[in-house]
């Protein structure tokens, strides 16, 4: 038997069963008890949030033949509604706009309009993606919905509304979709594992929910694609290997670097990333996901109902964002949804997103210039020392700070040159001294707080505020 893909097989049967758009179909089911359904309706939201789920429903409801009127609760069963289900019904007229957009398709509807419905009370015109009509297909849809038969109703369902006329709009009463909640999909993924008595590891779903990004139909064909490796258990592991998700474990140790202030760890955590086939794009999306998720942390607390995360990460990110402060996360945060753009029209990507990452490495809090000016009047300024950002020495810097762990507090406050002195005499010394006082030396050289005050302003468009 060949393989239905799971959004066709598991899709929503009715009002009830359609997931995460609650109080559209308390409104629907309303109308039909009522007997108040619209003539059209509008339903709005991105891709795979259960448009053309609801129009199969309210199709469904409004032509069920085990009933003598419109239903809240289709049988699912009689011709009609199985007909309906596989988009084949000859009253449940389904129309793709985006490839049947001209003037005359839109003609021979109206022209087949006025006929009565073959079987059914109802003939129902469910129109997808109909902001992709041309302007002639929308005046000639315009008529028929100014003065439709009785017998007609129809759905349009649009990814962006803004893009139909208001003309149409006024005719239509309209429903924006929700994005469906990370823990909405993961609920659905569990329970259809189940169903298909698939194994999985816990690990997997949230993570997964996650990237489907509020679309149910974006998440179970990603669930698709890792069913068909024929591994199992599914595992997270998986995920990272098969959907390309990067490695959570090294974004984890890329934002330790960063919140480490270590310059050559970042770079090495970057290259690390890289060398997995991840772009800087998706490497600098995962990074304002994390960084999002520690400010939650900062902000909310670790047991934030607001975190989308598994035991672990919840313990991962709680640790992490003791390196930072709640206005670097901000910051951070913005500077790399700026960046985001900039390094999507860039030649040199790498280049951009390195830059900004050492810009975070060297001032984990935010600077501002008063701060930077008070920075430079304190201490005298040491002879640069080499820095070097090779192999060898990152793997110096990771040994500095697994001796260091436990006084990584250092970073979360802004601490008295006494008590820094202090803790790292407790700590290996040497190598924590230099790289403090290569760091302090880097901030204080006034060409470098040039070049940092030009790269918020610059890349990033965050000016300083005076
Ligand atoms: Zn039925």
Same mark, same amino acid.
């Given at each position: 038997?060949?393989?239905?893909?799971?959004?066709?097989?598991?899709?929503?049967?009715?009002?009830?069963?359609?997931?995460?758009?609650?109080?559209?179909?308390?409104?629907?089911?309303?109308?039909?008890?009522?007997?108040?359904?619209?003539?059209?309706?509008?339903?709005?939201?991105?891709?795979?949030?259960?448009?053309?789920?609801?129009?199969?429903?309210?199709?469904?409801?409004?032509?069920?033949?085990?009933?003598?009127?419109?239903? #809240?609760? $289709?049988?699912?069963?009689?011709?009609?509604?199985?007909?309906?289900?596989?988009?084949?019904?000859?009253?449940?007229?389904?129309?793709?706009?985006?490839?049947?957009?001209?003037?005359?398709? !839109?003609?021979?509807?109206?022209?087949?309009?006025?006929?009565?419905?073959?079987?059914?009370?109802? @003939?129902?015109?469910?129109?997808?993606?109909?902001?992709?009509? &041309?302007?002639?297909?929308?005046?000639?849809?315009?008529?028929? +919905?100014?003065?439709? $038969?009785?017998?007609?109703?129809?759905?349009?369902?649009?990814?962006?509304?803004?893009?139909?006329?208001? #003309?149409?709009?006024?005719?239509?009463?309209?429903?924006?979709?929700?994005?469906?909640?990370?823990?909405?999909? %993961?609920?659905?993924?569990?329970?259809?594992?189940?169903?298909?008595?698939?194994?999985?590891?816990?690990?997997?779903?949230? $993570?997964?929910?996650?990237?489907?990004?509020?679309?149910?139909?974006?998440?179970?064909?990603?669930?698709?694609?890792?069913?068909?490796?024929?591994?199992?258990?599914?595992?997270?592991?998986?995920?990272?290997?098969?959907?390309?998700?990067?490695?959570?474990? @090294?974004?984890?140790?890329?934002?330790?670097?960063?919140?480490?202030?270590?310059?050559?760890?970042?770079?090495?955590?970057?290259?690390?990333?890289?060398? *997995?086939?991840?772009?800087?794009?998706?490497?600098?999306?995962?990074?304002?996901?994390?960084?999002?998720?520690?400010? !939650?942390?900062?902000?909310?607390?670790? =047991?934030?109902?607001?975190?989308?995360? *598994?035991?672990?990460?919840?313990?991962?990110?709680?640790?992490?964002?003791?390196?930072?402060?709640?206005?670097?996360?901000?910051?951070?945060?913005? %500077?790399?949804?700026?960046?985001?753009?900039?390094?999507?029209?860039?030649? *040199?990507?790498?280049?951009? +997103?390195?830059?900004?990452?050492?810009?975070?490495?060297? &001032?984990?809090?935010?600077?501002? !210039?008063?701060?930077?000016?008070?920075?430079?009047?304190?201490?005298?300024?040491?002879?640069?020392?080499?820095?070097?950002?090779?192999?060898?020495? &990152?793997?110096?810097?990771?040994?500095?700070?697994?001796?260091?762990?436990?006084?990584?507090?250092?970073?979360?406050? @802004?601490?008295?040159?006494?008590?820094?002195?202090?803790?790292? #005499?407790? %700590?290996?010394?040497?190598?924590?001294?230099?790289?403090?006082?290569?760091?302090?030396?880097?901030?204080?050289?006034? %060409?470098?707080?040039?070049?940092?005050?030009?790269?918020?302003? #610059?890349?990033?468009?965050? =000016?300083?505020?005076?």
């Amino acid at each position: 038997m060949a393989y239905t893909v799971l959004a066709r097989k598991y899709r929503s049967q009715t009002f009830d069963d359609v997931i995460g758009q609650d109080p559209i179909s308390r409104t629907l089911k309303n109308a039909i008890k009522t007997g108040r359904v619209a003539h059209a309706y509008l339903f709005a939201g991105t891709r795979g949030v259960g448009k053309t789920t609801m129009a199969r429903v309210l199709a469904k409801s409004l032509n069920c033949l085990a009933f003598d009127a419109p239903t #809240t609760e $289709p049988c699912c069963r009689c011709d009609s509604c199985v007909a309906v289900n596989l988009g084949e019904d000859i009253d449940v007229i389904e129309i793709d706009g985006a490839t049947n957009n001209g003037v005359e398709q !839109v003609r021979e509807l109206r022209q087949n309009a006025i006929y009565r419905a073959a079987r059914c009370r109802f @003939k129902i015109y469910i129109i997808d993606e109909v902001h992709m009509l &041309s302007v002639p297909a929308f005046n000639a849809l315009l008529k028929i +919905l100014e003065e439709p $038969p009785s017998h007609v109703k129809f759905s349009l369902a649009t990814t962006e509304p803004n893009k139909v006329i208001a #003309t149409i709009q006024s005719r239509c009463q309209r429903f924006d979709f929700s994005n469906i909640g990370p823990n909405l999909i %993961a609920g659905q993924l569990k329970s259809i594992l189940k169903q298909e008595k698939i194994k999985y590891e816990d690990d997997l779903i949230l $993570p997964l929910a996650k990237m489907a990004n509020g679309s149910m139909r974006d998440g179970l064909s990603l669930l698709d694609r890792l069913i068909s490796t024929g591994a199992e258990p599914l595992t997270a592991e998986l995920l990272e290997e098969f959907l390309g998700s990067p490695n959570s474990e @090294k974004i984890y140790n890329l934002i330790g670097e960063i919140g480490d202030s270590s310059a050559a760890g970042t770079f090495a955590a970057i290259e690390d990333l890289i060398s *997995t086939g991840l772009s800087e794009v998706q490497l600098v999306d995962s990074l304002i996901d994390y960084m999002r998720d520690l400010m !939650v942390v900062k902000s909310a607390g670790a =047991e934030s109902e607001l975190l989308i995360l *598994t035991a672990e990460q919840r313990k991962r990110t709680g640790q992490l964002a003791e390196k930072f402060d709640t206005a670097a996360l901000i910051y951070n945060i913005t %500077a790399l949804e700026k960046l985001r753009w900039a390094i999507k029209n860039s030649d *040199t990507p790498r280049a951009l +997103l390195e830059a900004l990452l050492l810009r975070f490495t060297l &001032s984990e809090h935010f600077l501002n !210039v008063d701060e930077l000016l008070s920075q430079s009047q304190a201490g005298p300024i040491k002879k640069k020392q080499p820095t070097n950002v090779k192999s060898k020495a &990152s793997s110096e810097a990771r040994e500095t700070r697994d001796e260091g762990r436990g006084t990584n507090n250092e970073h979360g406050s @802004k601490p008295e040159p006494v008590i820094e002195e202090q803790k790292q #005499t407790k %700590a290996t010394p040497n190598r924590l001294k230099t790289r403090s006082q290569r760091k302090n030396e880097i901030l204080n050289d006034p %060409a470098v707080k040039t070049v940092l005050l030009g790269l918020d302003a #610059t890349i990033t468009g965050i =000016e300083e505020e005076k």
